[in-house]
């Protein structure tokens, strides 16, 4: 089984950073993907940034430029330094480990969610 811990949110004068960890924990062999989603109250989940193993990066439009995703593969560990954070920003964060493989079972991929953090931005 495979757990995910995110830390580092909080509150935040708009135009101010935050930086996001999340450790990923149990039997893992390889995890190809780590992101991070968001959701905000009344609105969908959505992607905000996105990490493959190669090291390729995706981001979401609104955050591009502003926010920068980093992972520290040995420690399955993944990062979002979010900067300049505006109020339309504030959301719960999500950690999300894609196509994980275990030690026990290397042919099985799996995803993981974290459980969140709150992110709140004043204005």
């Known amino acids: 089984q495979v757990q995910l811990v995110e830390s580092g949110g909080g509150l935040v004068q708009a135009g101010g950073s935050l930086r996001l960890s999340c450790a990923a924990s149990?039997?893992?062999?390889?995890?190809?993907?780590m992101a991070w989603y968001r959701q905000a109250p009344g609105k969908q989940r959505e992607l905000v940034a996105a990490?493959?193993?190669?090291?390729?990066?995706q981001y979401a439009d609104s955050v591009k430029g502003r926010f920068t995703i980093s992972r520290d593969n040995a420690k399955n560990t993944v990062f979002l330094q979010m900067n300049k954070l505006r109020a339309e920003d504030a959301a719960v964060y999500y950690c999300?480990?894609?196509?994980?493989?275990?030690?026990?079972?290397?042919?099985?991929?799996?995803?993981?969610w974290g459980q969140g953090t709150q992110v709140t931005v004043s204005s």
């Open positions: 999300k480990a894609e196509r994980v493989r275990s030690r026990s079972n290397s042919l099985r991929v799996n995803d993981y």
């Open positions: 149990g039997t893992i062999f390889s995890i190809f993907i």
């Open positions: 990490m493959a193993t190669p090291g390729t990066t």
